[in-house]
C-alpha cells in the first residue's frame, strides 16, 4: 500500500479511507445479494407449491389409469425377483442365465420407479390433507409426476445439463461468494435429484430387492379422493331438487304456470302430456309442444 500511496500522491489516511470504502461497498454488496437470494428462493418456493397443487390435481383426474400402470410394474417386478430368487437354487442353462442378466439389471431399475411411486402417493395424499410438506417432498412430486405421461424420469434427470457453476468459474475472489450463496440456495432447491433421494431413502432395500407397499399408498390416495366424491355427492341431491322446484312449464289448456314434473294442472286438472323434443333432430327448426311433425321439414318427432 505504501508503494501505492507513493506513486499515486495518495496519503496514508487517503489509504484508509480508500480501504473503509471499500469494505463498505462489499458489506453493502453482500447484503443486495443475499436479499436477492431470498427472493429468488420465495420465488422458487412458491413455484414449486403451485407444481405440487396442479401435480395433485392431475392425480386427481387420472387416479384409475395411475394406479393402474403402478399395479403392472409392481407385478412385473414382482416376477423378475422371483425369477431372480428362483435361479439361486438350480443350474441355469445359456438362454435362462441371460435372462438372468436382464432381470438383475431391469428389476433394482423398476425398484426405484416403485419406491418413488410410493412417496409420490403418499406425499400427494398429504396435500390434498391439508398438511405440510417439505421442499424436497414438493419437488419429488413435482417431478416425478412425469413418470405417468410416459417420461423416464431418472434417465432424463441424469441427461439435464448441470453446467451452472461454470458461469463462476472466472471470477475467482469477486464472484466467490456470490457462487456460495448461489449453491446453497441450488442444493436446497432446484438441484433436488430424485436419484439421489432414492439412493439415500430407499437403498437397502433396493440392493436387497424388497417390494415397497405401495398398494397401501395408492389406496390412501383414493380413500381420499372417494371422501370427496361422497361429499359432492351427499350435495347434489338438495341442488336438484330445488332446481326442480323452480323448473316451470305452461298449462296447454289454460296456460298457468306450473311444476315441470306435475302430471296434473293444479288449476284446471288438465292431464300433462310428457313434452317431446324443443328441436327438429332432421332440420334444427324449434318445435311447438306436442308436435308430431316438423313444420318445416315434415320429419317426425320421436317422443
Known amino acids: 500500500?505504501?508503494?501505492?500511496?507513493?506513486?499515486?500522491?495518495?496519503?496514508?489516511?487517503?489509504?484508509?479511507?480508500?480501504?473503509?470504502?471499500?469494505?463498505?461497498?462489499?458489506?453493502?454488496?453482500?447484503e443486495r445479494k443475499k436479499a436477492e437470494a431470498r427472493d429468488t428462493k420465495e420465488s422458487q418456493i412458491k413455484s414449486i407449491?403451485?407444481?405440487a397443487q396442479l401435480s395433485l390435481q392431475y392425480a386427481k383426474n387420472n387416479y384409475e389409469g395411475m394406479r393402474e400402470r403402478v399395479s403392472s410394474l409392481y407385478g412385473r417386478t414382482a416376477e423378475l425377483i422371483n425369477r431372480i430368487n428362483d435361479s439361486k437354487s438350480r443350474k441355469l442353462s445359456r438362454d435362462e442365465k441371460r435372462e438372468l442378466?436382464?432381470?438383475?439389471?431391469?428389476?433394482?431399475?423398476?425398484?426405484?420407479?416403485?419406491?418413488?411411486?410410493k412417496d409420490y402417493f403418499v406425499f400427494l395424499a398429504r396435500l390434498g390433507n391439508g398438511m405440510a410438506l417439505k421442499n424436497e417432498q414438493m419437488l419429488l412430486i413435482v417431478k416425478f409426476g412425469a413418470f405417468f405421461d410416459?417420461?423416464?424420469?431418472?434417465?432424463?434427470?441424469?441427461?439435464?445439463?448441470?453446467?451452472?457453476?461454470?458461469?463462476?468459474?472466472?471470477?475467482?475472489?469477486?464472484?466467490?461468494?456470490?457462487?456460495?450463496?448461489?449453491?446453497?440456495s441450488k442444493k436446497q432447491l432446484s438441484a433436488?435429484?430424485?436419484?439421489?433421494?432414492?439412493?439415500?431413502?430407499?437403498?437397502d432395500e433396493i440392493d436387497d430387492l424388497k417390494l415397497p407397499e405401495v398398494e397401501v399408498a395408492l389406496d390412501s390416495f383414493g380413500k381420499l379422493i372417494s371422501k370427496e366424491n361422497v361429499g359432492k355427492i351427499e350435495e347434489r341431491p338438495i341442488k336438484e331438487v330445488q332446481q326442480e322446484r323452480?323448473?316451470?312449464?305452461?298449462?296447454?289448456?289454460?296456460?298457468?304456470?306450473?311444476?315441470?314434473?306435475a302430471?296434473?294442472?293444479?288449476?284446471?286438472?288438465?292431464?300433462?302430456?310428457?313434452?317431446?323434443?324443443?328441436?327438429?333432430?332432421?332440420?334444427?327448426?324449434?318445435?311447438?309442444?306436442g308436435a308430431k311433425f316438423c313444420p318445416k321439414c315434415g320429419a317426425k318427432i320421436n317422443k
Open 101 to 117: 442378466l436382464e432381470a438383475q439389471e431391469e428389476a433394482p431399475e423398476n425398484l426405484e420407479n416403485l419406491y418413488l411411486a
Open 1 to 30: 500500500m505504501r508503494l501505492f500511496g507513493k506513486f499515486l500522491g495518495a496519503t496514508k489516511n487517503d489509504a484508509k479511507v480508500a480501504k473503509y470504502e471499500y469494505k463498505k461497498a462489499k458489506l453493502e454488496s453482500e
Open 192 to 203: 433436488f435429484r430424485l436419484r439421489d433421494y432414492i439412493v439415500d431413502v430407499y437403498g
Open 263 to 289: 302430471k296434473f294442472c293444479p288449476k284446471c286438472g288438465t292431464k300433462i302430456e310428457p313434452q317431446g323434443p324443443a328441436f327438429c333432430m332432421e332440420c334444427g327448426s324449434s318445435l311447438r309442444p
Open 49 to 51: 407449491q403451485d407444481g
Open 246 to 261: 323452480t323448473k316451470t312449464v305452461e298449462c296447454p289448456n289454460c296456460h298457468c304456470s306450473i311444476p315441470e314434473t
Open 150 to 184: 410416459g417420461v423416464d424420469v431418472l434417465s432424463a434427470e441424469d441427461e439435464e445439463d448441470d453446467s451452472d457453476d461454470s458461469l463462476f468459474a472466472d471470477f475467482k475472489e469477486i464472484g466467490r461468494d456470490f457462487k456460495e450463496m448461489f449453491v446453497s
